[in-house]
Each structure stands twice: as structure tokens, then as C-alpha cells.
């Protein structure tokens, strides 16, 4: 990217090129443009010209010498923090298959401590493992894997390694801080467990009152499609529990109040305005003109005709199987609806479908479908 020049106006100077004073000494310091070699390479100072002769002297080097070099190049990429590439060099450093054990316990080590830091806890831990097949002994392989095993959640592995650590050094700081929260964490997770059972094994078994409730009502429950077609159940006993739940988007579903009666989260749909209402807890023995008769206490501002009055409403449910629309008595409750022979309830919500009496949608809307009338 070119930026003005030091005299302001002489022309463009190109930022990251050669400084104007200096441009010989940088020039030198290329390897293409070196006039002479430096009798010793310093990798620090010249990592280009380290590189290029590492790449003219392979052949002539032994899988140890090249895993050295690669494990030296991995570690100092890894004191700048330059993880990735730390693992780049030492994977190089274990593929010259040096017959050192020593020395690739040490590169899968150095391999596994860059990959941790990097958060790929599982190879670092494959790592860790490799190390200490290779060096069963080796400390900082041990107290990886169990820092491994911590970021996994893996408590009782996490003591496991520290005892293993803690037999060839019975004072290593890092194990016996490990092995300590390991333990701590593992009785706190036991007890979560502990809990969480408890309350699984609860809602379990409201679960099961529940739908004896449903069932001793006679109330049918349709289950969710399955092989692309929709089953319907007669008997309660072939519902899956988990598959009974519903899909509204307050989350509301049916339940059993302090007397043993059922409360439904209930959907009326206006398909005149596309505009629904949501009930979120209709009592099983409540009628739906007292619901109406709150819901349109005060027209909605959709209603701009004013049409929508309890009196002048019609109620609907359709019968999904048979493309069939029934016609509900508002003077009903909830349950005298749930309990019609052709009432199946979706998603665990009973849904109701309100029509003004006599209006133009209305005659269209059930134009051509079989409507069975009050």
C-alpha cells in the first residue's frame, strides 16, 4: 500500500519496502541477495536462511537429527504462541520416525501441550496417551492427560492419571492440585447425577398420572407423523410419552391442577383476519362462551367492522383424517368438546376455529366441505 514520501509530495513510498538509508544492509540480509554466509546460522536472527539450509542438508541428516530440528523449530513457534504451527512441527518431527523413544514421547508431549492449548482436549489427550506407552515415567505426559481429562469432564480418569503421576513423584504440586479439584468436582457431578435421576424419575411419573388421566377421559391424542404418515391413537396405552408435548411457542402444556382437573393450553384461530388467540390455561370444565365472552369483552382493533361479538360467533373443529369441519355448542365445556368421537388433539393443543355467523368468508370458506352442523 503506497503512502506519501518524507518530503511530502516526491512520490509514493510503498509501506514494508526498503527504507531509502538503509536499504543495503536490509538488502543483505536476504538470503537471494546475501554476497556472503554467515559462518553460523542463527536460526533467531536468520529463520529464512535456518530454513533454506535445513532443506539442502535432509538427505544428509538421520531421522533423529531431522526430528530434533523439528521439535526445536515446534518449540519455539510454541514460546510465541504460534500453536498451530507448533503442531505442524512437531507432526513433521514424529514422520522422520525416529527410533529415539525418548525423543517421541517428547514430541507427542510438546504436540499434545500445543493442541490444549489450542482446546482440541481429545488429541491432546491421544497424545498424552501415545507419550507415556512411549515413557511410561514421563511426568508432563502424565499431568496432560490428567489436565485433559479435566477440560472433559472426565473427574474420575483425571484421578486415575494423577495417581498414576503421583506414584513416580509423590510431591508433584500440579498432580496433587489436580487429583484435589478432580475429586471435588467428581462428588459434585455424582451428586447433580443423584439429582437429576431423582427429578427425571418425578416428572416420569407425573407423566404416567397425566396421560391415566387423559385416557380415563377418553380424550384422544394423535401422535406425531411417523414413515410419512400420520397415526392416530384409539387407546391411550400406545402413546410414547416422549412423544406427547407440545409445540406452541409459549411452551404451555396440559396439566393436572390441585384437585385433579385438567387444565389445556387451547388455540383459537380467526382464519377470516389470520389472527389466533391463545389460552394458555383453559379448565377442562369451563364453557367456551364464559371464554369468549373475556376474550371479546373488548373488540380486538382487527375487528374493524365490529363483528366479532360472543353472540354472533361460530365455533369449528376439523377433523384432519377425514376433511370433515364440525361445528361446536359454545354452551359445551372444553372436555364435552375433547370428548367428541372425532376430536383428536395435535401437538398437545386443542385448537378451535371461530367464524362470524353468516358472513361472506364464512359461506366461502365452507364452500364444497362437508360441515356437520349443531
Not at 530440528?69 to 498451530?84: A, L, S, T, V
Not at 506407552?133 to 508432563?140: A, D, G, I, R, V
Not at 499431568?143 to 508433584?172: P, V, Y
Not at 361460530?314 to 364435552?336: S, V
Request: proline share 5%; charged share 30%.
Amino acid at each position: 500500500m503506497a503512502e506519501p514520501g518524507a518530503d511530502g509530495g516526491a512520490g509514493p513510498r510503498y509501506r514494508g519496502g526498503l527504507h531509502p538509508d538503509t536499504w543495503e544492509q536490509e538488502l543483505e540480509a536476504i538470503p537471494m541477495f546475501m554476497k556472503q554466509c554467515p559462518a553460523e546460522i542463527d536460526a533467531e536472527r536468520h529463520p529464512d536462511l535456518a530454513c533454506l539450509q535445513s532443506l539442502l542438508f535432509d538427505e544428509e541428516q538421520g531421522p533423529a537429527e531431522l526430528a530434533r530440528m523439528y521439535r526445536n523449530e515446534g518449540n519455539e513457534y510454541f514460546r510465541e504462541k504460534e500453536y498451530q504451527k507448533a503442531v505442524i512441527a512437531y507432526t513433521e518431527g514424529l514422520k522422520k520416525k525416529c527410533e529415539e523413544p525418548e525423543m517421541n514421547a517428547v514430541l507427542h508431549t510438546n504436540r499434545g501441550a500445543a493442541q490444549f492449548y489450542l482446546g482440541n482436549y481429545r488429541s491432546a489427550l491421544n497424545d498424552a496417551i501415545q507419550a507415556t506407552k512411549l515413557k511410561p515415567t514421563h511426568l508432563k505426559a502424565i499431568i496432560r492427560g490428567a489436565l485433559c481429562h479435566m477440560e472433559l469432564k472426565n473427574f474420575s480418569e483425571a484421578i486415575a492419571w494423577c495417581e498414576k503421576g503421583l506414584q513416580i513423584d509423590s510431591t508433584e504440586k500440579k498432580l496433587l492440585e489436580v487429583r484435589a479439584k478432580a475429586d471435588k468436582l467428581k462428588r459434585a457431578q455424582e451428586r447433580d447425577a443423584r439429582k437429576a435421576k431423582v427429578m427425571e424419575k418425578k416428572e416420569q411419573c407425573e407423566k404416567e398420572i397425566l396421560l391415566a388421566a387423559i385416557k380415563e377421559r377418553n380424550i384422544k391424542l394423535a401422535l406425531e407423523p411417523s414413515n410419512e404418515q400420520e397415526e392416530i391413537s384409539d387407546a391411550l396405552a400406545e402413546i410414547s410419552l416422549d412423544g406427547f408435548h407440545s409445540d406452541n411457542a409459549t411452551g404451555a402444556k396440559v396439566h393436572l391442577d390441585a384437585n385433579g382437573n385438567l387444565n389445556w393450553p387451547v388455540l383459537f384461530l380467526y382464519p377470516e383476519h389470520k389472527q389466533t388467540d391463545f389460552t394458555v390455561a383453559f379448565h377442562e370444565n369451563s364453557r367456551f362462551i364464559d371464554h369468549l365472552m373475556v376474550m371479546f369483552a373488548e373488540l380486538p382493533p382487527w375487528d374493524v367492522e365490529r363483528k366479532y361479538l360472543p353472540s354472533n360467533l361460530e365455533l369449528y373443529f376439523e377433523d384432519e383424517e377425514r376433511e370433515e369441519m364440525y361445528e361446536l355448542n359454545p354452551e359445551h365445556t372444553l372436555l364435552q368438546v375433547l370428548q367428541h368421537e372425532r376430536y383428536f388433539v395435535r401437538a398437545g393443543t386443542p385448537t378451535v376455529l371461530v367464524f362470524v355467523k353468516g358472513s361472506p368468508y364464512s359461506n366461502k370458506y365452507f364452500s364444497g366441505k362437508k360441515v356437520h352442523r349443531l
